[in-house]
């Protein structure tokens, strides 16, 4: 069992920056794929970028602007997002999965954080 604890959302102003965190429990946190959803008002969640061991994936949406990163030692993952636009307002939601693959479907989800960009 894998309990995931997003922080760091807010309301920014469009082109500023906010960085997500989301602390994971277990010991193997290191084997997991982890990733972020979003869910904007009205809308699906979608994809949104994804790490394993060895790789990054992003949403064509974000590439160029988000950066996903992970620290392994503090349990944590990482979601840099600059350069923030009006269409980035959603809820962003913390996942993990043993594997991660095309049409990810993760098993295990944090509650969501909300980040609001102001035009």
């Known amino acids: 069992q894998v309990q995931l604890v997003e922080s760091g959302g807010g309301l920014v102003q469009a082109g500023d920056s906010l960085r997500l965190s989301c602390a994971a429990s277990?010991?193997?946190?290191?084997?997991?794929?982890m990733g972020w959803f979003r869910q904007a008002p009205g809308k699906e969640r979608v994809f949104v970028a994804a790490?394993?061991?060895?790789?990054?994936y992003y949403a064509d949406s974000v590439k160029g602007r988000f950066t996903i990163s992970r620290d392994n030692a503090k349990n944590t993952m990482y979601l840099q997002m600059n350069s923030l636009k009006p269409e980035d307002t959603a809820i962003y939601y913390c996942?993990?999965?043993?594997?991660?693959?095309?049409?990810?479907?993760?098993?295990?989800w944090g509650q969501g954080t909300q980040v609001t960009v102001s035009s």
């Open positions: 790490i394993t061991r060895s790789n990054t």
């Open positions: 996942v993990a999965d043993e594997l991660y693959m095309s049409n990810w479907g993760p098993a295990y």
């Open positions: 277990g010991r193997t946190f290191s084997y997991y794929a």
